[in-house]
């Protein structure tokens, strides 16, 4: 279930392969090839280009996505070329781009290029920009890139609808010539969050507030790859948040730089050092950092609620209910959205008895078997698995050292401990 | 209903004649005129002064208020002086200020000078600063300003109503002298959020999350009026929030730089570029950007529910279900506040046959006629109109340049597309 | 119930006193003593800490506390050492720290060091770094501290439930020598967030949105001590937040200094000055000002609903029904959680007739005598009480200066005022 390195360059073998077939299928029109660069969106993938004139071709198709979110839970969600967030975009800064965009969606879209200087007729604003592009259209938009960062896009009809079900992508733009050091790793990662009624596939786009699935590339853990690192590789995480909330996320194990918002670098001076960044709607923020430690290092949002999945709100504070009770019974009958929650807090949600109670289908179980026992943590959560030599470690757990792992104290160094 | 340059002229034109009838009737007691600057609250107005030994004297009237918030929606809100925001206090650095505050309002009020610094006893915190300003009194406030930037006032009894229901202002203190180039245009632009139920002219005051009304000054578009711009003209927008949520606000055709905080104008350095803004609640952010190129251009908070009106929140997901269907028929009757979503998604809300469909009253519709068919959107969003000569353009929309609209490919250029 | 330094004094006794008792009680073991800096937690304490073998030793107990939040209204938390938020850990840039943590909670339950540089064995992950600490066991974390800054502590097993009711705690760290120079109070607030049923006393901690009870430091104003400062001083306040929303931090009476997140010290341009602080989840924010003004100054979260306790969401409108009418009657009848709420507006709630209906019990009343009459604020509230020599003060209220308090207008000022 969980992706190791080796599922990652089977991936990549799998995606190249993709690659080398649309080269066969599209010779005369042109090559299609994939975007050379060491960015990439854990989990998903980069949108090919051919050269025609000079010009970068590219070609977004708008439609549904049967998305697995999490193990066995699939989702009724739209996207770009079967995927979502849609795949990356990469161009470099002074390219002009020719983007085809094919809509296969039951209604009308646009696409807003976020944050990126075009002509006000390529700018994506249905009836103010451009006409709607109806289902079965394609329509396409050209400018010409005078500027780097990272962007993103998305559309801009419908846009309430569109984005609560996937759609959204980044569109990163290279620098000309790169100045100053660059990062061995830059993941991409684009922050989600989905209200999907237990038991069903379908999102509520109308939800503004109650949301119960938050997801990294619209995954949650442990669908969501871990990233594979080196100690002491310069790594490059660029968040982008197109959701209703801003997500603060928490990196364990190392102390960040905070080097942009994707639109500029910041200078050195206004580079804050933080242990979690803020990443607030409709921005992208970029955090540098050298990662010295080996270990399994957690990195997630620190809104503890968006860590779980499948939470119901209704919830009446069951800490002092005793489990299997009368009132446990009663309660589960009377309250929509009853989520098994333990008598004692969640925890007791991973315990055996929990898992047997009848649940409702496409409902995602989880708790994940970890080196010390259950990981009870899902969606937006990840690991970074830092090696000191990743390819002797085959995606396997960090092996501590010992006596460096948190453990049962002994009888003599308890002794005289302060008491309560 | 879209504000074109022209009705603006004469808004500006009956506020001077407003302020003459002042003139005639105050001549005894000193002339009340209206600050003399470029800087304009778009929809609203300036508090008038006068000057008495020295001394800049204002006369604030907290009172209930008929609000256009929408074409034809009207809201029972509360504000200053006929309005909400109220007017903008505008005053100089090393000015002295006397403002009388009388209340009209149904309960006591007083006002707080978000950010000023006063005595203590002239700080407004009922109960700690000073008595509370009962229905019927006229209250006396007076202090220097040794600061200067873009502050706020706002009741401190009851705030949760009074802030709520609309009563929140601008105080914009002029440095007594300007440093570094000024901009040309400099507009203030309050975020308010309101929760009105379907059908009622109300608004909940203790509604804390679930909102249905995002509004730019108290207004929605298209009440909300565009603003008209020259290109190359060097453009500064502060915004003012009070409301319970940050809003990102997202502002297409340009890249800005975030200058201030209103309190402090921050070091160049620290001033960084962006495309979105996130205003934090009781908090003031200021842009500047020198618009380069014509167009219309949006400018709206990027959370998606911000520029929609009038959601409800328990609607369940119809993306499947049809339209006009029996269990529309049934949905339309089980589910308090189902809002007519469509089945393919919200763009069906703005078809014909959805508009025919029975509404509750005092209800908005939205979908505003636009250069390329239906602007979907409402709530805190609103247009920039960039042109070369605006005085040529009469407030229509923008011309694109052939060539420069996204519209439908042809079949040659779809030839040997990506294929999924 | 107002906190005056003598009663602060009398605490810091007390506490000294409790410090001294773990004196003798752990006299063969090495003495516990309480550490020696300006930093305090306002309402809170610190913990005690041993030195053994060049290494400080620290003994943290994770249980249920019985927490008096408000006056009278008592609540059933969950936190360390009897206290929530627990107590400080202080310690030095350089100290090698070991921390027993003992779990007397029902559930099991692990600490995650936030911000500091552990192995990865000590990072507090339940199933990644280590097993989860079951009820009864005592766990030992051992690491060396080789940053310094504002941290914090908190589970990281159940993390929804546990943090929810009150686990949470800040770790500070000292650098080894203090670069420039240094302030004069250094307080320390923890910001959280409740959702407590009327009557009951039990958080529920599935709750996502609809929190009830605001809190610095776990208690509501007036239980939250009040800061007493004297005219002059250099102070620092040190924000953290591990709820599930920004708060933007208000403060009267002066303009501060944003200089660390906790984790770095800001480059002095980067150091922005603002009147309101916005402390995102996760994070930490620290402020710096001198208070030039005696005076009693509000400092409170500017979110309008968090500075009240209790208030319920399914409140209707209810500004035009008149109070004790019929159909108020029937409105508390019919709504659930119906709040008692004014017909005029929220302020009636603190009238005598409001105060003698009937309520839930355990029910938190609000309105606090203050100088001027009702101060009608609680939850995320407090009061600097600045003044010129505390010492003189006793506690009080400010004694204004004559003329320096907002008042009644006469009839001469009124003539002439601008009318509406
Ligand atoms: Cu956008
Ligand atoms: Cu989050
Ligand atoms: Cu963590
Ligand atoms: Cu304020
Ligand atoms: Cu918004
Ligand atoms: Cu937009
Ligand atoms: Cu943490
Ligand atoms: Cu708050
Ligand atoms: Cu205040």
């Keep these: 279930m969980i992706r190791c390195p080796v599922e990652l360059l089977k991936k990549i073998f799998n995606l190249m392969l993709l690659a080398s077939l649309f080269l066969v299928i599209n010779l005369e029109a042109g090559q299609w090839q994939i975007p050379d660069s060491i960015t990439t969106m854990p989990g998903g993938s980069k949108l090919p280009y051919r050269e025609k004139d000079g010009v970068k071709e590219f070609h977004l198709i708008a439609e549904p996505v049967k998305k697995e979110m999490g193990p066995g839970f699939f989702v009724d969600a739209w996207g770009y070329n079967g995927s979502?967030?849609?795949?990356?975009?990469?161009?470099?800064?002074?390219?002009?781009?020719?983007?085809?965009?094919?809509?296969?969606?039951?209604?009308?879209?646009?696409?807003?290029?976020?944050?990126?200087k075009v002509p006000s007729g390529m700018d994506g604003v249905t009836g103010l920009s451009q006409k709607p592009i109806m289902p079965g259209e394609t329509?396409?938009?050209?400018?010409?890139?005078?500027?780097?960062?990272?962007?993103?896009?998305?559309p801009h009809y419908d846009e309430m609808t569109q984005i609560a079900l996937?759609?959204?992508g980044f569109f990163v733009i290279h620098p000309k010539s790169f100045r100053g050091s660059q990062p061995d790793r830059d993941f991409l990662i684009m922050l989600g969050e989905w209200?999907?009624?237990?038991?069903?596939?379908?999102?509520?786009?109308s939800e503004m507030v109650n949301f119960n699935y938050f997801t990294f590339n619209s995954t949650v853990w442990p669908t969501t790859p871990s990233l594979s690192i080196k100690t002491g590789e310069k790594v490059r995480i660029r968040f982008g948040n197109?959701?209703?909330?801003?997500?603060?996320?928490?990196?364990?194990?190392?102390?960040?730089?905070?080097?942009?918002?994707g639109v500029e670098r910041f200078n050195f001076d206004a580079q804050f050092e933080d242990v979690t960044v803020n990443v607030p709607v409709g921005s992208v923020r970029e955090i540098e950092f050298t990662m010295d430690q080996a270990g399994d290092w957690a990195i997630h949002c620190h809104k503890s609620h968006h860590i779980m999945n499948g939470m119901g709100?209704?919830?009446?504070?069951?800490?002092?209910?005793?489990?299997?009770?009368?009132?446990?019974d009663k309660a589960r009958k009377l309250i929509p959205g009853f989520m098994l929650m333990g008598s004692k807090g969640m925890g007791e949600m991973f315990s055996h008895e929990m898992h047997s109670m009848p649940r409702p289908k496409n409902f995602m179980h989880y708790g994940t078997p970890g080196p010390f026992g259950t990981?009870?943590?899902?969606?937006?959560?990840?690991?970074?698995?830092?090696?000191?030599?990743?390819?002797d470690d085959k995606g396997g757990w960090y092996q501590n050292p010992p006596g460096t792992v948190a453990s049962p104290a002994s009888k003599e160094e308890i002794e005289g401990l302060l008491e309560e």
């Excluded at 329509?139 to 998305?154: I, P, S, V």
């Design 84 to 116: 979502t967030p849609g795949p990356v975009i990469e161009a470099t800064e002074g390219d002009t781009v020719r983007i085809f965009v094919t809509n296969k969606l039951p209604e009308p879209t646009t696409i807003h290029w976020h944050g990126i």
């Design 139 to 154: 329509y396409k938009y050209e400018f010409t890139l005078d500027q780097w960062g990272t962007y993103m896009y998305h």
């Design 166 to 168: 996937g759609m959204a």
């Design 195 to 205: 209200a999907i009624p237990p038991g069903s596939s379908k999102p509520i786009p």
């Design 242 to 261: 197109l959701s209703m909330n801003s997500h603060p996320i928490h990196v364990h194990g190392t102390v960040f730089r905070e080097t942009s918002n």
């Design 313 to 328: 709100h209704q919830t009446y504070s069951l800490i002092d209910l005793k489990l299997d009770s009368a009132e446990m």
């Design 375 to 391: 990981i009870e943590m899902s969606g937006m959560f990840t690991v970074m698995k830092v090696r000191d030599n990743p390819e």
